[in-house]
């Protein structure tokens, strides 16, 4: 298992070597009957990896203090910019093929409405 020094300086590195991808004139180079059955994995997947972050940073915060661990916190902003560069290419993947982007998912629901639905330890009571 990796400490947080470690992955502080693993998604530090990994921002500085960010490759230059070869779009083509028709975006992915994937026909729309190849997009159609990903159409909607990819929009919400999408969607999520734009996500400001802000709960898992709140989250993060308070394991931070409660571990000691200052440094916990810029691993999850870094973690959470990179999530969001991920979410920036599908959008453009979503954009070249003339899919348009969600605004929202029926996926983000379940835990906003039943905070049991959420991933053990992410939830505050």
Excluded: K
């Amino acid at each position: 298992m990796r400490s947080t020094e470690e992955w502080l300086a693993y998604f530090q590195q990994n921002a500085l070597r960010q490759r230059e991808i070869p779009w083509q004139s028709n975006g992915v180079g994937a026909s729309p009957a190849e997009m159609a059955p990903l159409r909607r994995s990819l929009q919400a997947w999408q969607l999520g990896e734009t996500s400001d972050g802000r709960h898992l940073a709140a989250s993060a915060d308070r394991f931070a203090a409660a571990t000691d661990d200052p440094a916990y916190r810029d691993v999850i902003d870094l973690f959470i910019r990179e999530e969001q560069r991920h979410g920036a290419l599908l959008g453009r993947i979503l954009d070249d093929a003339g899919i348009p982007r969600r605004q929202a998912d029926w996926g983000d629901t379940p835990a906003s409405v039943n905070p049991r639905c959420a991933a053990p330890g992410t939830v505050s009571r």
